[in-house]
């Protein structure tokens, strides 16, 4: 009789712990099913598949970027993108740079409304980029403005005459090549320099003029190139308000009926990765798979870095130094 209670005993807690794994296990079903579903649906707004808002980010020095020019021209055809965001913190960078991003912003607004939500600092050719769109939000203290164009080179003449070295040259004309870093800048090379610089920062007068609605003239130091608080900025109406992100939703949400509570969804330009893939959809990639984003990101761009030269007119602010 003690052998089969025992038996009994045994048979009872063997059920009792196949009844514990058989929930555990159900469980665990049931919570995979709740992130894949979950992670499908975070794919699915970043490859373009679910309504939500598109947010790029301009960043570093702006240089004449044709796949960032791109991805704006996609996203502008993508009817699940409602809206764009653009989130610059930028110094600015090479004119021509500044000009082609402007017009593809430009364009991007005649599809869908655009708004440029300032970071740190959004000054020179960054702040040009943003005239483009269609609401430009700043905080108090982003340093913006700079208006201006620059041409700036080396001079090193003195310095070769100290290590005795001289550079022969024979040119087609006195103003090819000039302005040199091998010879001190004449009147003629200087005139020139001048004329370009000024054609230049008329342009980009013009555009703030244009797209501001505003005379130059008529805000201090605008033509001087000075850079400016947000919140004067905001007074001079260099940009249109004075907030964040959530500030740019609600406008978005108030003046242009973009559905509330609509997702933001970061998007990059494609990298050279071989397989076709953009940078926000390797992120959800790496969220669904459970990677480092990083990770992911050496593995698809092969880790390689790019250097940052910058070539000929650039609208670009920094701090003198003395």
Same mark, same amino acid.
């Given at each position: 009789m003690s052998l089969q209670a025992d038996i009994l005993v045994d048979r009872r807690r063997l059920k009792r712990r196949l009844a514990f794994w058989r929930l555990a296990a159900i469980a665990l079903v049931l919570s995979l099913i709740t992130v894949l579903v979950f992670q499908v649906d975070e794919l699915a707004i970043a490859a373009g598949l679910r309504p939500h808002i598109a947010r790029v980010n301009v960043t570093g020095i702006i240089q004449d970027n044709r796949e960032q020019q791109k991805l704006l021209r996609e996203l502008a055809k993508n009817d699940q993108v409602k809206a764009i965001i653009l989130s610059i913190n930028s110094p600015g960078g090479t004119t021509t740079g500044g000009e082609s991003l402007y017009e593809a912003i430009l364009e991007a607004t005649e599809k869908k409304p655009v708004v440029a939500v300032f970071g740190t600092m959004a000054t020179s050719a960054a702040y040009l980029i943003a005239l483009a769109s269609d609401h430009i939000v700043a905080r108090a203290n982003t340093i913006t403005g700079s208006v201006g164009v620059i041409f700036q080179w080396a001079e090193v003449t003195e310095l070769?005459? /100290?290590?005795?070295? &001289? #550079? =022969?040259?024979?040119?087609? !004309? &006195? %103003? &090819?090549?000039?302005?040199? $870093?091998?010879? $001190?800048?004449? @009147?003629? !090379? &200087? +005139? %020139? /320099? =001048?004329?370009?610089?000024? @054609?230049?920062?008329?342009?980009?007068?013009?555009?703030?003029?244009?797209?501001?609605? %505003?005379? $130059? =003239?008529? #805000? $201090?130091?605008? +033509?001087?190139g000075r850079i400016f608080s947000g919140r004067r900025a905001a007074e001079l109406k260099l940009i249109d308000q004075v907030g964040g992100e959530q500030t740019a939703v609600k406008w978005l949400e108030k003046e242009r009926s973009i559905e509330p509570d609509l997702k933001i969804i970061d998007w990059e330009p494609a990298e050279d990765d071989g397989l076709g893939l953009s940078s926000s959809l390797a992120r959800a990639l790496a969220r669904a798979s459970g990677l480092a984003p990083q990770f992911v990101q050496t593995l698809l761009s092969g880790g390689g870095q790019n250097s940052v030269q910058l070539d000929g007119l650039v609208s670009l602010w920094h701090p003198s130094v003395e």
């Open positions: 070769m005459k /100290t290590i005795g070295v &001289k #550079v =022969e040259e024979i040119k087609s !004309g &006195k %103003l &090819k090549a000039t302005p040199s $870093p091998f010879q $001190p800048l004449d @009147e003629a !090379g &200087k +005139k %020139l /320099t =001048e004329e370009m610089v000024q @054609e230049s920062q008329a342009w980009f007068l013009g555009l703030v003029a244009e797209r501001r609605a %505003l005379t $130059p =003239e008529t #805000v $201090p130091g605008l +033509k001087d």
